[in-house]
């Protein structure tokens, strides 16, 4: 488990461990998000390492492969999180036909509302464009982000689904 992950990088010289660690804090964060989220946080980690900007050993550097790995394995039908919103809108009878009816899901990891933006169209049977994300990656801009979050307002736009970073909190309405 992430609480159990050993890292030579947990070691200040003298062999006193942290008592806040920043990535441990960043990887938990993004293992509670998401598979993807978690695979993200990791990988750029091992890029931050390899280029010398993060410290890390070889062990390290190994341990990190394996969650990496480990994290790349989780399936969307073993994701447990995802399987409750599925079981969720199943149980709400939301299906997504009604106009009138709309979901914001909001997720502070960009790579999990990418992940669920992949999948959640084709697994509710419903049309790619039913599914829009805001987040503030988005190289567009803020026009793009009004747009999408006006037409999710408008009853006859395709969009019933909105995926929605700390940026559709941050002062839009």
């Not at 009816?101 to 790579?111: K, M, N, T």
């Not at 829009?132 to 009853?155: P, R």
């Amino acid at each position: 488990s992430i609480a159990d992950l050993k890292l030579d990088m947990d070691e200040k010289p003298g062999g006193k461990a942290r008592a806040i660690d920043l990535f441990r804090t960043t990887l938990a964060k993004s293992a509670f998000s998401s598979p993807a989220a978690c695979v993200e946080t990791v990988t750029n980690r091992l890029k931050r390492i390899a280029s010398g900007q993060a410290r890390g050993s070889d062990r390290d550097v190994s341990a990190l492969e394996q969650v990496r790995d480990a994290f790349s394995a989780v399936t969307p039908e073993l994701y447990q999180k995802y399987a409750e919103l599925r079981k969720l809108l199943k149980e709400i009878k939301w299906t997504g036909r009604d106009k009138r009816d709309r979901l914001v899901i909001f997720s502070e990891r960009i790579a999990t509302l990418r992940w669920l933006h992949e999948r959640l169209a084709s697994d509710l049977a419903l049309p790619a464009e039913a599914v829009a994300t805001v987040d503030g990656s988005q190289s567009e801009g803020d026009e793009t982000i009004q747009k999408a979050l006006e037409d999710f307002g408008q009853e006859n736009a395709a969009i019933r689904i909105l995926l929605a970073s700390d940026i559709a909190s941050e002062g839009l309405n």
